[in-house]
């Protein structure tokens, strides 16, 4: 069965950066778009971009450009989202999620909270 | 960006009764391939949303017949008939016609 295994919960200081991980199993990795979608704390979601882990092409909100970076490991048939410059904005539950055909998100993480603070 | 607006509900709704939460778009969401991409997802509580409804109006695999899609170009309706315990939490609608995709901001529903 098809499962996004996250990374632990991330505590960092303003400033810093954050590299958090999606690890898929279950299906062909490098055949599906991997999304991710960020949601502050009482809020709804955000999208953030994809990566197309088959060639490594991706696609962003141009409001994230600059903030964040998506990789992904065909090896280890994990995705990650990097987060740079981090201050208190950045503080929300980061989900990845696969997209089935055509559009939608037919399997999420369980979602890796990033808190920033001093 | 393509703003997605959703309404609330008259909450708490109480169980056995039906429920129906809308969004809107502020584009038409129909594509040329007579398909409209729109998206229903269901956020329980301390959990990762779940897709409900596709493409307006087609059931995601495994969800319950209690719920449909439907709606126009820029007007949609998720209907809920007989709401029961499980169905408590945040619905969200999302378009996927146009980059950047949006979600609208969320509509809770409580059982009374």
């Known amino acids: 069965q098809v499962q996004l295994q996250r990374s632990g919960a991330e505590l960092v200081k303003p400033g810093s950066s954050v590299k958090i991980s999606c690890k898929a199993s279950?299906?062909?990795?490098?055949?599906?778009?991997m999304h991710w979608i960020k949601q502050q704390p009482g809020n709804g979601l955000e999208w953030i971009g994809w990566?197309?882990?088959?060639?490594?092409?991706?696609k962003y909100n141009p409001k994230f450009n600059g903030k964040a970076t998506l990789t992904a490991d065909k090896s280890s048939s994990t995705a990650y989202l990097h987060l740079s410059s981090l201050t208190s904005e950045d503080s929300a539950v980061y989900f990845c999620?696969?997209?089935?055909?055509?559009?939608?998100?037919?399997?999420w993480g369980q979602g890796v909270m990033v808190t920033v603070s001093s | 960006d393509i703003v997605m607006t959703q309404g609330a509900l008259p909450n708490p709704v109480p169980s056995g009764e039906s429920a129906s939460i809308t969004c809107q778009s502020s584009?038409?969401?129909?594509?040329?391939?007579?398909?409209?991409?729109l998206n229903w997802y269901l956020q329980r509580p301390g959990q990762s949303p779940q897709l409900l409804i596709y493409?307006?109006?087609t059931r995601a695999s495994g969800v319950s017949d209690r719920f449909s899609g439907s709606g126009s170009g820029t007007d949609f309706t998720l209907k809920i008939s007989s709401v029961e315990a499980e169905d408590v939490g945040v619905y969200y609608c999302?378009?996927?016609?146009?980059?950047?995709?949006?979600f609208g901001g969320g509509t809770k529903l409580e059982l009374k």
């Open positions: 999302q378009q996927f016609l146009e980059y950047p995709w949006t």
């Open positions: 279950g299906y062909t990795f490098t055949s599906y778009d």
């Open positions: 999620a696969r997209r089935g055909l055509p559009g939608y998100f037919d399997y």
């Open positions: 990566i197309y882990p088959g060639n490594g092409n991706t």
């Open positions: 584009k038409s969401l129909l594509h040329s391939n007579g398909k409209t991409y």
């Open positions: 493409w307006m109006s």
